[in-house]
């Protein structure tokens, strides 16, 4: 079955870096645009970042350009996020989704998506 595991979060003070790792399995991650969502507390679910399936094009949240970076290897089945300058507001659980394309994705409507790993920034 489907599966995407995330890991790599923690707490982390404002100005750190944190890299966030989603690993998967049960179906071919080449195959698919690949997303970060995250919810901060008492909000919604938030599209944050998205890479193409070879990785030729990342796309980012206006908020995080410059301080996040996607990336895959597709051989080893992972998503990564590179995290820098932390913010405060970049608290939230983070999620790794999948989705059949971009506007799917910049849409919210995914078909799959795993447990999350939490961030926390804060001195």
């Known amino acids: 079955q489907v599966q995407l595991v995330e890991s790599g979060g923690g707490l982390a003070q404002p100005g750190g870096s944190l890299r966030l790792s989603c690993t998967t399995s049960?179906?071919?991650?080449?195959?698919?645009?690949m997303s970060w969502a995250r919810q901060a507390p008492g909000k919604g679910f938030e599209w944050v970042s998205g890479?193409?399936?070879?990785?030729?094009?990342?796309d980012y949240k206006d908020s995080v350009k410059g301080r996040f970076t996607i990336s895959r290897d597709n051989a080893k089945g992972t998503l990564y996020l590179q995290i820098n300058s932390l913010k405060p507001e970049d608290t939230a659980r983070y999620y790794c989704?999948?989705?059949?394309?971009?506007?799917?994705?910049?849409?919210?409507?995914?078909?799959?998506w795993g447990q999350g790993t939490q961030v926390t920034v804060s001195s």
């Open positions: 890479i193409l399936r070879d990785g030729s094009r990342t």
């Open positions: 049960g179906f071919t991650l080449s195959n698919y645009y």
């Open positions: 989704a999948r989705a059949s394309d971009p506007p799917a994705a910049w849409r919210g409507d995914y078909d799959y």
